[in-house]
Nanobody, 118 residues
Framework: QVQLVESGGGLVQAGGSLRLSCAAS????????MAWYRQPPGKQRELVAR???????WYGDSLKGRFTISRDNAKNTVYLQMNSVKPEDTAVYYC????????????WGQGTQVTVSA
């Protein structure tokens, strides 16, 4: 079984920075893609950013330039550096990974709350 454990969420003032981490553990052959999603209060979950094992990245609209996704393949860990945060960035942030074990399966973390105060 594969587990994703997020850390780094919390309360931050608008304009500040926060760094989220997500570590995958278990029987893992490879992780072709890792991603961050978020779910603001009362809204649907949305893709924030994703990164392949080769380092190719994709960002949601208006987030590139403020958010940076990166990963450490040796540690099976993905990061999300959040800069110049805004109150509208308040959400539960979820880690997602496509993990190759016997097959290719998708896993989710438990979520970490990020609250940005005005």
């Amino acid at each position: 079984q594969v587990q994703l454990v997020e850390s780094g969420g919390g309360l931050v003032q608008a304009g500040g920075s926060l760094r989220l981490s997500c570590a995958a553990s278990g029987i893992i052959f490879s992780i072709p893609q890792m991603a961050w999603y978020r779910q603001p209060p009362g809204k649907q979950r949305e893709l924030v950013a994703r990164i392949t094992s080769g380092g190719s990245t994709w960002y949601g609209d208006s987030l590139k330039g403020r958010f940076t996704i990166s990963r450490d393949n040796a540690k099976n860990t993905v990061y999300l550096q959040m800069n110049s945060v805004k109150p509208e960035d308040t959400a539960v942030y979820y880690c997602n990974a496509q993990v190759r074990t016997a097959g290719l399966n998708e896993y989710w973390g438990q979520g970490t709350q990020v609250t940005v105060s005005a």
